[in-house]
Each structure stands twice: as C-alpha cells, then as structure tokens.
Nanobody, 120 residues
C-alpha cells in the first residue's frame, strides 16, 4: 500500500519552466533514495535525476545545469525543478523511490507518471 503520486506536469513553451512533485504515502519506514525517470514516445525509459536521503544528487547529462532535484525527507516528497525546457524534454515523467517499509521489506516503487510537453 505504499504509493507515489506525481503532480505538476503540463504544457509549456520552449525555454519555460515546470516544477514536478512526488509524494510518498503508506507504511514507509525509510526512503533510501528518490528519483525521476522519463520515457518519450519510441524511447527507452531513462533516469533523469536521483537524490539520496543524505542529499547526494546525480543527473543525466542531458538535463545537467537545467534541472534541479530536491527532497523533503520529513514529508517523503521529492521535487524536480525544470528550467530552460526543450522540445526533447517532452516525455512522461515517473517518480521512483527505494523504500524500506514499516514491516521491513525493501523495494523500488513507481508512480503512475505525469506528462510534460514542451512545444510551441
């Protein structure tokens, strides 16, 4: 019953900005890391950014310098601030989290995704 729910997607013009959010809920004991993946039509799902509970971050080369990932551990929430958006950023963005449940199980959970479209 652990769930991740994304929000904040939408339509934006090239050069614009969006902020995605993802909130975890349910019997969560610890979140080891949270991240964002994306999948464009015809492409494989790829990692965009990840952040550990200690605050260490990693970014895909294509978004480095434009996107910023952040988290609020107390709220089991992760955000992705996306600036200088390009048409090639168009994709469904998925939230993921490596979670230890309240009963001791560890696994990766996924949200259902939120659409980001960058177009004129």
């Amino acid at each position: 019953q652990v769930q991740l729910v994304e929000s904040g997607g939408g339509l934006v013009q090239p050069g614009g900005s969006l902020k995605l959010s993802c909130a975890g809920s349910g019997p969560i004991f610890e979140i080891k890391s949270m991240g964002w993946y994306r999948q464009a039509p015809g492409n494989q799902r790829e990692l965009v950014a990840v952040i550990t509970s200690g605050g260490a971050t990693n970014y895909a080369h294509a978004v480095k310098g434009r996107f910023t990932i952040s988290s609020d551990n107390a709220k089991n929430t992760v955000h992705l601030q996306m600036n200088s958006l390009k048409p090639e950023d168009t994709a469904v963005y998925y939230c993921s989290a490596q979670i230890i449940s309240a009963v001791g199980y560890e696994r990766e959970f996924w949200g259902r995704g939120t659409q980001v479209t960058v177009s004129t």
